[in-house]
């Protein structure tokens, strides 16, 4: 996000590809209003255009992975998504690998992540990654 540029139509283009990709999290209900989206997912103080990484096919975007860096000094993995028409080709291990290594560049050691219990092809995701349970902890419910 950082290379391409982060201005305004593509935070909007960000957005519509999570909200797509969102739309296949179980339970997930509706999705932010772009102004929502904008106010709470990018115009905070953990977003870092830097921590977005996209994978793009001829110019359409068709997968992210965005992570932030936590003030408790940890690194979060905020959301990965691809497009169905793209899912099964290691898209989402390419994006979070490079997603790691941008948490490592920001000194973290620790990649967490949340997501529902019925999302089992990104519970298999991260579980191919190397990601392990953790008890759940009241500052993360
Ligand atoms: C989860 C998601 C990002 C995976 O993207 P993808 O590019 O299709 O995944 P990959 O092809 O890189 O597969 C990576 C690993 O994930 C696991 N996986 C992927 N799809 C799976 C499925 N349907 N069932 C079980 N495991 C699956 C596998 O372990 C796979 O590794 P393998 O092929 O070596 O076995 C994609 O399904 C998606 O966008 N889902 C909707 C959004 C979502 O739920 N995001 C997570 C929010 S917490």
């Known amino acids: 996000m950082a290379a391409l540029g982060d201005a305004a139509e593509h935070r909007h283009a960000l957005y519509e590809l999570n909200?797509?990709?969102?739309?296949?999290?179980?339970e997930r209900g509706e999705?932010?209003?772009?102004?929502?989206?904008?106010a709470q997912r990018i115009e905070t103080p953990t977003y870092d255009p830097r921590g977005?990484?996209?994978?793009?096919?001829?110019g359409?975007?068709?997968?992210?992975?965005?992570?932030?860096?936590?003030?408790?000094?940890?690194?979060f993995s905020e959301m990965t998504g691809v497009l169905a028409s793209h899912r099964g080709r290691?898209?989402?291990?390419?994006?979070?690998?490079?997603?790691?290594?941008?948490?490592?560049?920001?000194?973290?050691?620790?990649?967490?992540t949340l997501h529902h219990p019925g999302n089992t092809?990104?519970?298999g995701m991260n579980r191919r990654l190397g990601f392990v349970d953790e008890e759940p902890r009241p500052a993360m419910a």
């Not at 909200?19 to 179980?26: F, L, Y």
């Not at 359409?60 to 860096?69: D, E, L």
């Open 90 to 112: 290691g898209l989402s291990l390419a994006m979070k690998v490079l997603a790691i290594r941008y948490a490592r560049s920001r000194g973290m050691r620790w990649l967490r």
């Open 52 to 58: 977005v990484v996209l994978a793009v096919d001829g």
């Open 19 to 26: 909200k797509t990709c969102s739309a296949d999290i179980p």
């Open 31 to 38: 999705f932010y209003t772009l102004d929502e989206y904008l």
């Open 60 to 75: 359409s975007w068709i997968g992210m992975a965005a992570t932030s860096i936590r003030p408790e000094g940890h690194a």
């Open 121 to 123: 092809s990104a519970i």
